[in-house]
C-alpha cells in the first residue's frame, strides 16, 4: 500500500504514516533514496565520487593546513560510520505515530481556524 491509502485506511495524516515508513521500512527508505531515470545526468557518477573520495582523503593525509586536515580527516570518518547519512539518522528514532498524527491535526486545525478569520465566508 502506498502512504497516502495506509493514511486513508488508518485516519491518518500521510506525513504521520511517511515519518513511521522511515522508521521502521528499509524497503520504504530504499524507494526514498531512488532517483528519477531523467534525472541522472544531473547526478555524480561513481568515477567522479571515487575522484572525489581520494581529493578528500588526499587532504586529510596531506594538507599543509592543520585545520583543513582536521576537517578533512573527521569528514572521512564520519562518513565511514555512517553519520553523513540522513536516513540512517532517523531509522535509529523512536517516533510514534499516533502523536505525530495528533500534532499534524492540531497545526491544520489552527491553520484552518487563522484562515477563517482571514477570510470569512457566510453560507
Do not use: W
Amino acid at each position: 500500500m502506498s502512504p497516502e491509502d495506509i493514511a486513508s485506511d488508518r485516519d491518518l495524516e500521510v506525513g504521520a504514516v511517511k515519518t513511521a515508513l522511515m522508521q521502521s521500512s528499509s524497503q520504504y527508505r530504499k524507494a526514498c533514496g531512488r532517483e528519477e531515470s531523467e534525472s541522472d545526468g544531473l547526478n555524480f557518477g561513481d568515477d567522479d565520487l571515487r575522484r572525489v573520495n581520494q581529493v578528500i582523503l588526499d587532504l586529510a593525509l596531506g594538507a599543509e593546513d592543520e585545520h583543513l586536515r582536521l576537517k578533512a580527516a573527521m569528514y572521512v570518518r564520519d562518513d565511514k560510520k555512517g553519520r553523513k547519512e540522513v536516513v540512517k539518522g532517523i531509522a535509529g528514532q523512536n517516533f510514534n505515530i499516533l502523536m505525530i498524527n495528533e500534532q499534524l491535526r492540531k497545526g491544520r486545525e489552527v491553520s484552518d481556524r487563522i484562515i477563517k478569520k482571514l477570510n470569512p465566508v457566510n453560507v
